[in-house]
């Protein structure tokens, strides 16, 4: 059993430093790096491209509605056109930085509102899809299973890496339940092994309303700003290889 063990970095700005990318690094095996819009900057970006290299990371877009303010967790209302040109931007500012340092984007995942936005509008996911593709037809798309974007992407017969958020609390529907909600958030770190666990084994989850839903899964997603997310990380890969799993880059699956 292949699975992906992949996070969120270059999530800092400036001065500031939100998680430990290079502790994380040693970890996994796929990067979603922010492009600018809702975290990171020129350096970081750079930076977090170069430890991926360097640790035999895979390289992700982690893109954003332009919201640095708000983390990108606020929805931004703005024509199809508009959010396609601001995807092909973020796209294009990681790749430069990649040539440099002889890396390659192998996946995009849209972060905080965005993400929630193409996971359940068809219109949304259909210009992150497409405008993704314009950019590179070979990146493939980290989704949630039977999500709008999973279906947007199958559609243009791009290829789909099914994710499970570790912490993250799930509706009955297979959207992630609002962080507003209780058990949006799974906090303690052996409820969060036990469920990825459970993911794997079973191929379902238990719902925050008790419900048991299918959850496919390829790739498992461990945020990085959240309070030890290095043990986390290094307890997750552990309990995976226990199991009979190996932790594979999705561009190896």
């Given at each position: 059993m292949k699975i992906d063990l992949n996070s969120d970095l270059g999530e800092g700005y400036g001065a500031y430093t939100v998680a430990d990318d290079a502790a994380l690094m040693q970890h996994i095996s796929s990067a979603n790096v922010a492009c600018g819009y809702h975290a990171g900057d020129p350096m970081i970006m750079d930076r977090t491209i170069r430890l991926a290299r360097e640790h035999g990371v895979d390289l992700g877009a982690h893109v954003s509605f332009p919201d640095l303010l708000g983390f990108g967790r606020r929805k931004i209302d703005m024509p199809l056109p508009e959010l396609e040109s601001h995807i092909l931007y973020?796209?294009?500012?990681?790749?430069?930085?990649?040539?440099?340092?002889d890396h390659q984007i192998t996946h995009m995942n849209p972060h905080g509102a965005l993400g929630n936005l193409a996971s359940c509008d068809p219109d949304v996911a259909k210009s992150v899809v497409g405008a993704t593709m314009d950019f590179d037809p070979e990146i493939a798309f980290l989704a949630l299973p039977g999500s709008a974007m999973e279906a947007a992407a199958l559609d243009r017969g791009a290829r789909v890496v099914r994710l499970f958020l570790a912490d993250r609390g799930y509706l009955p529907n297979g959207q992630l339940a609002p962080r507003s909600q209780e058990g949006a958030v799974i906090h303690d770190p052996a409820q969060v092994v036990e469920r990825v666990v459970e993911?794997?084994?079973?191929?379902?989850?238990?719902?925050?309303?008790?419900?048991?839903?299918?959850?496919?899964?390829?790739?498992?997603?461990?945020?990085?700003?959240?309070?030890?997310?290095v043990d986390l990380a290094t307890r997750l890969r552990a309990e995976i290889t226990k199991q009979g799993g190996a932790i594979t880059p999705l561009s190896q699956q």
């Open positions: 973020q796209l294009g500012a990681l790749e430069g930085l990649a040539r440099r340092a993911v794997l084994k079973t191929g379902e989850l238990t719902t925050t309303t008790g419900q048991v839903i299918p959850m496919p899964v390829d790739s498992i997603l461990i945020h990085s700003d959240t309070a030890g997310a």
